[in-house]
């Protein structure tokens, strides 16, 4: 079994500051992990994902997350933001080669950004 | 361009009435999934299918059903079984692990 506790529901933030957004998981076997973005009544967009390899992971719109094996970590973070990365951010986990690719999500965590 | 179309974006049903969500994807993926999303919660597994003409519950698939007849469409029925049905649906399909989703379907009812 799998599961995902993103440990904030909402992050304020003013525009131009750092940002981290965290992620916890839990799994008994190897996982993928992933960090998707949703705006108000759209899908969910892939932000990054880690596979294997390298531990810090790069995205889009300047985002990366680093990928810590011992503490079960997926953090999501950004040097600076924009008003324009005020979205909904979902963290979700996908056992390795198993479970059918079924992914596991977070309940989410509410990026606002103010000016 | 590639991608998931879901149809339609805004739908309302009136109790006792069955719907049927589309969802049809031109990725060429085998795998496809439908989620039910509500406010302030994270993504709930209703069905998925790894193959044309097979296809298994999902987490909530309770007062649901799907098909898949073929590779490229897995639509979704919310039936009057279905206690609580307003909610915002997601398809997707999978990649090489990650998953491409479509707008989503919205469906209140009445």
């Known amino acids: 079994a799998q599961s995902v506790t993103q440990l904030d529901s909402q992050v304020p933030v003013f525009e131009e500051a750092p940002v981290e957004l965290r992620c916890n998981y839990s799994s008994s076997v190897s996982v993928y992990l992933f960090w998707y973005v949703q705006y108000p009544n759209q899908g969910l967009q892939l932000l990054l994902k880690y596979l294997s390899g390298s531990t810090l992971v790069k995205g889009i719109n300047g985002f990366e997350a680093e990928f810590n094996k011992s503490q079960t970590s997926f953090h999501l973070r950004k040097p600076s933001v924009h008003i324009s990365d005020t979205a909904e951010y979902f963290c979700?986990?996908?056992?390795?080669?198993?479970?059918?690719?079924?992914?596991?999500f977070g309940d989410g965590t509410t990026l606002t950004v103010k000016p | 361009d590639g991608g998931i179309t879901q149809s339609p974006k805004y739908l309302f049903r009136k109790e006792g009435q069955n719907v049927t969500l589309s969802c049809e994807q031109n990725?060429?993926?085998?795998?496809m999934y439908w989620y039910r999303q509500d406010p302030g919660q994270g993504l709930r597994l209703i069905y998925y299918?790894?193959?044309?003409?097979?296809?298994q519950k999902g987490d909530i698939a309770e007062g649901y059903s799907v098909s898949r007849e073929k590779k490229e469409s897995f639509p979704l029925t919310v039936t009057s079984a279905q206690k609580n049905p307003t909610a915002f649906y997601l398809c997707?399909?999978?990649?090489?692990?990650?998953?491409?989703f479509g707008e989503g379907s919205r469906l209140t009812v009445l």
């Open positions: 979700a986990v996908s056992a390795y080669n198993t479970n059918a690719g079924k992914s596991t």
């Open positions: 997707a399909s999978r990649g090489t692990g990650e998953l491409f």
């Open positions: 990725l060429n993926h085998d795998a």
């Open positions: 299918s790894q193959i044309v003409n097979d296809f």
